[in-house]
């Protein structure tokens, strides 16, 4: 699976399509949860958009770790419109032969996501103040 | 005249006020130059664009390259703020 849509993240689902490979012994798992405070600051929810470039540099940063690692699986899935707190944003999932290089490669991904793929945030505050996530240093 | 389409996302969007605006100018920096001059009442518009990436009709361009990077007629700009996924 990879790809950015509305609908919500179901980590069975992401689960599902890394864990039928044979030679896979570990399957690393990273879910993005959407938290109540940032820096203090009490969060009420989220707002998250993207450009239309998003998902081929998603394939881009899934595809490194394919050239870095022995992946046998890999899915990467990130959600975008509103968000409440608790609900999933992000999910990635890797199968490897040995969990070292699993999650290693996990690691890998959700990192270059954050650093490389287009989405912003929208953070709500319960003050009634918002602000984009990162967009002013 | 090379006129030329700047847009912009999310926070520059905001900031910025319009999703996008036409401008006559020959560079990148050249434009990026203009839009600060035309958002200079707002100051989140400069600190947003300070940490920005800019497509070239869909293609990146470094940093470096904007300078003396020269826009064809109807070129696009596109202004993408500090990512925040995950």
Redesign the interface.
Known sequence: MLGVGEAPLSVADVYSSVCDMPSAGGIALFAGVVRDEDEGRAVTDLGYSAHPSVEVCLREVVDKAIAGYPVQAVSAVHRVGDLKIGDIAVIVAVACPRRGDAFDACRQIIDQIKDTVPVWKHQRFADGTAEWVGAEG | MTMVTIRY????K?AAGVAEESLDTRTLSGALDEARRQHSKDP?FA??L??SSF?VD?THVSAWAAATLTLPQGAVI?V???????
């Open positions: 996302w999310a926070a520059a905001e989140r600190a947003v300070a940490r497509l869909g596109e993408l703020p500090a990512f925040a996924g995950g």
